[in-house]
């Protein structure tokens, strides 16, 4: 009876560490699975909207996307919005882009189930 019962609080104890590690997969950053202009690309011309993808539903707060150049000078972006379910964030570039290096920085919160 003992070994009949260590063995069920083993696998109780398995399954509490299994489920503890997927909420913990689940709980993990968002992802961005694609950017436009990509991520270490180049454009012809000077883009109309910077588009983010990620791989679940965020939720927007304060700045979520700021634009500099190579000098750390910030441009100037519309407001940011939200789209095909929270997962695209689309943000109108209001300046036209001269040819250089640009950096792109987001954050966001993940949303709520």
């Known amino acids: 009876m003992a070994g009949w019962l260590g063995r ?3 696998a109780l104890l398995g399954g509490v560490l299994l489920g503890a ?5 689940a709980a993990a950053h968002t992802t961005l699975l694609f950017a436009d ?8 011309a000077s883009p109309d909207v910077i588009t983010l993808v990620f791989d679940e539903p965020v939720t927007l707060g304060g700045v979520p996307v700021r634009l500099s150049d190579d000098r750390g000078q910030l441009i100037g972006l519309g407001p940011a919005r939200s789209e095909q ?4 964030l689309a943000v109108p570039v209001t300046d036209h882009l001269a ?3 640009f950096e792109v920085r987001w954050h966001h919160l993940p949303s709520r189930p």
């Open 99 to 101: 040819r250089g290096v």
């Open 85 to 88: 379910g929270d997962r695209v």
């Open 8 to 10: 069920w609080l083993l």
């Open 37 to 44: 202009p990509a991520v270490g690309g180049a454009v012809p």
């Open 21 to 25: 590690a997927l909420a913990g997969t």
